[in-house]
């Protein structure tokens, strides 16, 4: 069963918070599951690094969709409409979609920009599994992108807080992890060296993905000697900034199967956006995605998410997420996140090896970032990620964090949903 | 396919400068009334769709800001950057694809906290045009310029469209600029660009809007008269303006035609009663009315002056007197199908339009009507 939680084990912040978090979670009002199946059918990635400087940005996000196309034996012509989303702050551009449309092959297409922050990647993967479900759409392009080397990310990420009560306080993403990271230690007793395991773990599967930017293994040792950034938090801590585009096509049921012989079927979305200023977020963990995840596997039916999912790519942009929020997952109780990583049931060939490909701590065009994750969990449902493919994937679970403590969740399967 | 309707809209009024008002205090004020309208409380809402621009808003993740005000807490959510129309089309995908009964749909802009031309100068490519300095103005007059010339378009027709419409909007309490106007006034009102002058350009006002999309069995529940979505069509068109013919809408078109297919729709001048279109600038509304099919290309004028999209013709155009009198950037299209909502239901007030059974409302994105979103609604 998935770890219930209770008042005691989380410091809740207020009566009603907590109280909405306990197991089992009430059935909500809706029908939950999506109508009309609905599958990934191909997949395009730039190759990414720091910065990009042989493309601009509606050359980087070609090269992504020509990849997908390509990955699944289709022309721009087969496709019906594209979305596109990025972060508009950090390159400068307003109005994404209608610049980028050489790039996109949206002329003359249904075009739309879905947009929220570091959720985008997810975001944008959740949209293109409700407009393909919707049966208005065959083939859909779901493009995410970003050119960080163009902007000054802190500086962008900053305005995304009041201007009156957060922004003066708010110091950019790496400080505020760094507070979840410290309440997480005080709380849990973990330590720097168990993050530094985090770390370690995903720079090691990230040599095997040609796609990821940082392909180079460290050691505890070098985690723990980076430069500070925020304590407790170092360099080698916290994700890169990464020029990088990725593309994602989705396809209905009714040509998913000509497309591609093994798609990866959407299981099911979940999000949950709780915050919109800084004070409320409850930094003991990641509230959005316990709630999110305990709908989804409601919604799918899982019941032991260790045992029945075979593979994660989380959006991890540190390395303490790495040990909460796994266990926010309901992967294991609250403080054994640690315990999990050293005994290594989430390395490749461990249990449930989570971002094979590297995860964002290797990789982090911000937003393509979800997106990467859709794409990775898709791959290694259709047998396709070569090198990082964990052997035998039926269920998958990719995620989106970003905004003021949100979270998005997808889950794939090699069988159709019911 | 299921059919989907709306079953609430509420509108803030537009105005100046909401000085007193954050972005999610209108937000607030719009959704309360959506529910107060649909008769619902924020239980029945499925998921959420917000709709925002980080430029115009000034934050990045505009979204954000107005998550409390949208009642989206232990929802999904989303959220879609562009003209509300779009963000109401993935609003009613979430609905058709099974996940959810229903989504509510919130779009809001403040203009007041911007500079409009350097937020829309943002748009253009920032190597080759956007050290020029255009922007949506001088944008617009290249495409005015051009539309005027290729058809024999007067300024004195653009200017009529303005007269019509901030007519109309005397009629509109929620309207920013109601006014009676004189065609002479609007020729002689100072020159924006060539050959857009004040009075044809729309102002920039506050405001939000939003409104409830049910599928059929709980929008029924919820109301005896619920609006249905007959037909939606939305497209895009090349970006830069030079591989564009500017008197030309082919994205317009396009998303019309799909639009016009889902509906069933033959002949658009006879089926459609009403229409609620994107009239950032006045030349717009006529050429807008050209992609729309209500007349045959460069017949925009003479549609105009035949009375046909008058108040009391054969198929008003913007009764609530357009974005001429209210341009609330990203809510204008939201605002557009909240307005033909109101007269589908006979709850336009002093605004309502006699025997309204089918409107069209329309949204746009980008410079120049690069990509249009089309809706066709039906009682």
């Known amino acids: 069963m998935v770890p219930p939680y209770s008042p005691g084990e989380t410091p809740a912040k207020s009566g009603d918070q907590g109280g909405s978090l306990h197991e089992p979670y009430p059935a909500l009002p809706e029908g939950g599951v999506m109508g009309n199946r609905v599958a990934i059918v191909g997949t395009g990635q730039t190759n990414h690094c720091t910065k990009r400087l042989d493309v601009n940005g ?197 040509v998913a199967e000509k497309i591609c012989p093994r798609p990866a079927w959407v299981l099911g979305t979940s999000n949950r956006h709780l915050y919109t200023y800084l004070g409320d977020a409850d930094y003991s963990g990641l509230p959005s995605l316990r709630l999110a995840s305990r709908e989804l596997y409601r919604k799918v039916g899982i019941r032991e998410p260790l045992k029945e999912i075979d593979v994660m790519e989380l959006y991890l942009p540190y390395s303490v997420a790495g040990l909460s929020w796994i266990e926010e997952l309901g992967l294991c109780g609250l403080g054994e996140g640690p315990r999990l990583l050293w005994d290594g049931v989430t390395d490749l060939g461990g249990e449930l090896p989570i971002n094979p490909s590297g995860g964002v701590i290797s990789c982090n065009p911000i937003g393509a970032t979800g997106l990467i994750r859709c794409a990775e969990a898709a791959l290694q449902v259709m047998g396709k990620a070569q090198l990082r493919q964990v052997p035998d994937v039926k269920i998958a679970l990719s995620s989106g964090f970003g905004g003021c403590w949100w979270s998005d969740l997808l889950m794939y399967g090699v069988r159709k949903p019911a | 396919m299921e059919r989907v309707a709306i079953v609430g809209v509420g509108q803030t009024k537009q105005e100046r400068n909401k000085v007193y008002e954050t972005f999610a205090d209108m937000v607030f004020e719009a959704v309360q009334q959506a529910l107060h309208q649909a008769g619902i409380g924020i239980d029945r809402i499925g998921n959420v769709v917000t709709v925002s621009n980080d430029f115009w808003d000034g934050r990045t993740i505009s979204s954000m800001a107005v998550n409390d005000a949208c009642g989206s807490y232990d929802k999904n959510i989303s959220t879609v950057e562009g003209d509300g129309t779009f963000g109401a089309f993935y609003g009613m995908t979430r609905i058709l694809s099974g996940a959810y009964d229903t989504t509510l749909v919130v779009a809001h802009s403040k203009g007041s906290e911007s500079q409009s031309s350097h937020i829309t100068n943002a748009m253009f490519d920032p190597v080759y045009l956007r050290s020029l300095g255009i922007d949506n103005i001088t944008s617009a007059a290249l495409q005015a310029r051009r539309y005027l010339n290729r058809y024999g378009i007067t300024e004195e027709q653009c200017a009529l469209v303005s007269v019509k419409n901030h007519g109309n909007a005397l009629l509109n309490p929620l309207a920013h600029l109601p006014m009676r106007l004189t065609v002479p006034q609007v020729l002689g009102s100072r020159l924006l660009a060539d050959p857009i002058k004040l009075l044809d350009a729309s102002p920039v006002s506050d405001g939000a809007c939003a409104l409830i999309l049910a599928r059929e069995e709980v929008a029924r529940e919820i109301t005896s008269r619920p609006v249905w979505v007959r037909g939606v069509g939305y497209s895009a068109d090349a970006y830069h303006l030079g591989d564009r013919d500017l008197a030309d809408c082919d994205a317009l078109v396009q998303a019309a035609g799909r639009a016009f297919r889902m509906a069933g729709i033959h002949d658009p001048r006879r089926e459609i009663d009403l229409v609620e279109l994107y009239d950032a600038f006045s030349y717009q509304e006529l050429l807008w009315t050209e992609g729309l099919g209500l007349c045959g290309r460069g017949q925009g004028g003479n549609l105009l002056e035949s009375g046909a999209t008058q108040r009391e013709g054969e198929i008003p155009v913007n009764p609530s007197g357009g974005l001429l009198s209210a341009h609330t950037v990203i809510a204008a299209g939201l605002i557009r199908m909240a307005e033909v909502f109101l007269q589908l239901r006979e709850e336009a007030g002093a605004r309502q339009v006699p025997d309204v059974k089918t409107g069209l409302a329309h949204g746009v994105n980008g410079p120049c009507g690069q990509s249009h979103c089309v809706w066709v609604l039906g009682i």
């Open chain 1, 58 to 254: 509606t050359e980087l996000i070609y090269e992504a969709v020509q990849r997908a196309l390509a990955d699944a034996e289709l022309k721009m012509k087969d496709i019906d409409g594209v979305i596109i989303g990025n972060m508009d702050h950090f390159e400068g551009i307003n109005y994404v979609d209608c610049w980028s449309i050489d790039g996109s092959g949206g002329i003359g297409k249904p075009t739309l920009k879905v947009t929220t922050g570091g959720t985008t990647g997810s975001t944008l993967a959740i949209a293109g599994a409700h407009m393909v479900g919707s049966g208005m759409f065959e083939k859909l392009m779901v493009i995410g992108w970003e050119k960080n080397s163009e902007s000054d990310t802190t500086a962008a990420i900053t305005t995304a807080f009041d201007p009156v009560w957060d922004r003066l306080v708010f110091a950019g993403a790496i400080s505020g992890l760094a507070v979840q990271a410290s309440v997480y230690n005080a709380t849990t007793g973990a330590t720097e060296r168990d993050a530094a395991r985090v770390t370690v773990r995903d720079r090691r599967h990230a040599c095997l993905n040609p796609y990821a930017h940082l392909r180079k293994e460290v050691t505890i040792e070098e985690v723990l000697s980076s430069p500070p950034l925020a304590d407790p938090l170092k360099l080698l801590d916290m994700c890169p900034r990464t020029d990088g585009a990725c593309a994602v096509v989705f396809a209905s049921e009714s």
